[in-house]
């Protein structure tokens, strides 16, 4: 099956910095690509879908100017948490899709945890 | 309203015993899609399955088996023989059309399996 990549696995930093985290297909073309939040024990939260060259459609209450989505070609995707802050605490799953039809298959990348300080 | 529903918070079962995930989906859309993935303490979703709205020919895998009933609508998970590989966070997703026309899953708050030995 194909393969997404995320990096990094892990990151922790200090509250008031900004990390970025990278989403990659590495073996097809991901018209769509969507970032999800996780918290312990808790379901997937979609955060916001992007598709390639265009802005990111952002969910209800997730802040745009927070979470900077910035997906510039059909293999990478890009996640800025802006400005952290402890409760930015969890767990980032990026997923790819070749298509915007529910036929494509979504693959999932393994997932950053990202602990703010 | 949800519209992904996983009853089962929690389930746990002795190896070689079978168990049953429960997932009932709510959707006004005629054509949508039905996953489930696993998600083992890795945190990395596999993807097990994908059925269309117009597929309700159930189906088997191994010790997997899935029964899509619209008349319901329910799309469980049954797991024969239960192992101890087999404990994992199990989440059912449906995905349907988004304003925008592209697909757009949601998923259930999870089942948590625990297969003890």
């Known amino acids: 099956g194909a393969v997404v990549s995320q990096h990094p696995s892990r990151v922790i930093c200090k509250s008031g910095t900004s990390v970025k985290i990278e989403c990659r297909s590495l073996?097809?073309?991901?018209?769509?690509m969507f970032w999800y939040r996780q918290f312990p024990k808790q379901s997937l939260m979609l955060m916001a879908t992007?598709?390639?060259?265009?802005?990111?459609?952002?969910e209800q209450g997730v802040e745009k100017d927070k979470f900077l989505i910035n997906h510039a070609s059909l293999t990478l995707s890009t996640l800025t948490v802006t400005s952290a802050h402890p409760e930015d605490s969890s767990f980032y799953i990026c997923?790819?899709?070749?298509?915007?039809?529910?036929?494509?298959?979504?693959?999932f990348g393994p997932g950053t945890r990202l602990t703010v300080t | 309203a949800q519209k992904v529903t996983q009853a089962q918070t929690e389930i746990s079962v002795v190896e070689k015993e079978d168990v049953t995930l429960d997932c009932v989906y709510e959707?006004?859309?005629?054509?949508?899609?039905l996953f489930w993935y696993k998600q083992p303490p890795s945190g990395e979703l596999v993807f097990l399955i994908r059925?269309?709205?117009?597929?309700?020919q159930n189906e088997i895998s191994g010790r997997y088996s899935w029964n899509f009933q619209k008349s319901t609508s329910s799309f469980n998970f049954t797991i024969t023989a239960s192992q101890v590989v087999d404990s994992a966070v199990y989440f059912c997703?449906?995905?349907?059309?988004?304003?925008?026309?592209?697909?757009?899953?949601?998923f259930g708050r999870g089942t948590s399996l625990i297969v003890h030995p």
């Open positions: 997923s790819a899709r070749r298509g915007a039809g529910g036929t494509y298959e979504q693959y």
């Open positions: 073996d097809f073309q991901a018209t769509t």
């Open positions: 992007s598709n390639e060259g265009s802005k990111a459609t952002y």
């Open positions: 959707t006004r859309d005629t054509t949508y899609y």
């Open positions: 059925r269309n709205s117009f597929d309700e």
């Open positions: 997703a449906l995905s349907e059309r988004a304003s925008g026309g592209s697909y757009i899953p949601t």
